[in-house]
């Protein structure tokens, strides 16, 4: 289901030179849309009117002014927490990025799979039967696919780095204030950032610099010198014993990432990341975040699927004031705690970047997990993505690359990816050492 297509940057440099039109770019998009969405679902809405209005005025542009253009003629995926306007999207867009659709989500963004009951099921394009990961899982899926080579996406428990990761492709979430993010609930509590989905770094670098309105993003250096990686592949959520086990493709992608570091002459260091001291604390973040987009967008617990009704009741009442804004309580102790654990681990292993595997088990499969009951789509969330939660609950930037593959249970090829976490301000750091491991990791033969 996959099609190699241009990337963001080579669009952009046609559409520059004028080898290109905008709207002849949008109108082959469109027509791949046409072809692949209705197998994967990834859209829930095509922006036609927008997006050739938008590749019109690129193509009216002198020369000159669509070289001032980064993203001149890029064909753009929007996640469907923002609309046009919203101060994620139109940097992009006045940057002359195009706008193709809206993508899918699960709702209120709640889960780590992309299906509801006003949309269906949205699909794997590197396997059918698989989910694509969630909430941003439209996104990623559109971009795994090529329909296009950029999406927007928002991450308040992992929702840009787990549907990354499941559909082989690259993001990064930036930390506070990097992006001006405007998602509901202030922004899950404080937990969620905006950030690009793309398939290659370079193109993420780019569309960061432009969210950020940080030029200098988009040029993706050398990791600094004296750099030095934690390399974490434990289980990141543990009560005594590992709740979660870390399945042997996803502990080896992400040694396979350290050996690429150490080739790039970097130190790499083996120890293990902290987790939470209170074993309720992610949960308690999740179901407040949750509840406070609901609030905010006026959405009543009848309107709402079973599990996200559960979900929304537990962060209303059980876990009320859980989020990053509501002072001392007993879950921004924890926080408090959390941090002050990993940077002391940090500080003693002498380390700037974790270095985990992104996922710990090939995605779960594309069904109605919206009919299922809200433990079913809780474990199945938890079971397959349990590294991503540290980097919102800390507050930190943190990014996913492919790194090695694996086989799905139909025996379709599976990139495994890495994730890279570290202290507020390294983004440009964690974009280097991605695109260190994506230039000299590769895809190997999957094992």
Not at 97 to 122: N, R
Not at 218 to 233: D, F, N, Q, Y
Not at 389 to 410: I, R, S
């Amino acid at each position: 289901m996959t099609t190699d297509q241009l990337s963001a940057i080579d669009i952009a440099e046609a559409v520059h030179t004028g080898s290109i039109g905008a709207l002849e770019t949008l109108d082959a998009t469109f027509d791949r849309v046409a072809d692949l969405d209705p197998s994967i679902r990834a859209f829930t809405t095509v922006l036609r009117a927008d997006g050739r209005s938008a590749g019109a005025a690129v193509d009216a542009k002198t020369p000159d002014e669509r070289a001032a253009l980064p993203l001149a003629g890029v064909p753009l995926a929007i996640k469907s927490t923002v609309t046009l306007d919203n101060p994620v999207v139109a940097p992009l867009l006045a940057a002359g990025a195009v706008p193709v659709g809206i993508t899918a989500t699960p709702q209120l963004c709640t889960w780590a799979m992309t299906d509801s009951d006003s949309h269906g099921i949205t699909r794997n394009p590197l396997d059918l039967s698989l989910t694509p990961g969630g909430s941003s899982g439209g996104s990623a899926a559109a971009v795994a696919a090529g329909m296009v080579p950029l999406a927007v996406g928002d991450d308040g428990m992992g929702s840009l780095r787990i549907p990354a990761a499941a559909c082989g492709i690259t993001t990064i979430k930036p930390g506070p204030g990097v992006v001006p993010t405007r998602l509901s609930g202030d922004n899950w509590g404080g937990l969620a950032e905006s950030g690009p989905l793309a398939r290659t770094v370079t193109d993420v670098a780019l569309a960061l610099s432009v969210m950020a309105d940080r030029p200098e993003l988009a040029t993706v250096g050398e990791v600094p010198t004296g750099t030095r990686i934690g390399l974490s592949v434990g289980s990141p959520i543990r009560l005594v014993r590992d709740l979660v086990r870390v399945r042997e493709p996803w502990t080896r992608a992400a040694r396979e990432a350290a050996a690429v570091l150490r080739r790039e002459d970097l130190v790499v260091v083996d120890t293990p990341l902290p987790t939470p001291r209170d074993p309720v604390l992610y949960l308690a973040r999740w179901t407040s975040g949750v509840a406070r987009a609901a609030a905010e967008e006026n959405l009543p617990l009848s309107a709402m699927e079973r599990r996200t009704r559960h979900h929304a009741l537990l962060g209303r009442t059980v876990f009320r004031r859980g989020g990053a804004a509501d002072g001392d309580t007993r879950w921004n102790r924890g926080v408090a705690t959390l941090r002050a654990d990993v940077e002391r681990a940090m500080d003693t292993a002498g380390v700037d970047v974790w270095l985990t595997p992104a996922l710990a088990d090939v995605p779960p499969e594309a069904t109605d997990w919206h009919r299922r009951s809200w433990g079913r789509s809780l474990w199945a969330s938890m079971r397959y993505a349990p590294f991503s939660p540290l980097a919102n609950v800390l507050g930190w930037p943190a990014a996913t690359v492919p790194c090695g593959a694996t086989h799905t249970p139909l025996g379709r090829h599976l990139p495994t990816s890495v994730q890279l976490v570290g202290r507020p301000g390294s983004e440009a750091t964690l974009l280097a050492l991605a695109a260190a491991i994506e230039r000299s990791a590769g895809q190997t033969d999957p094992r």
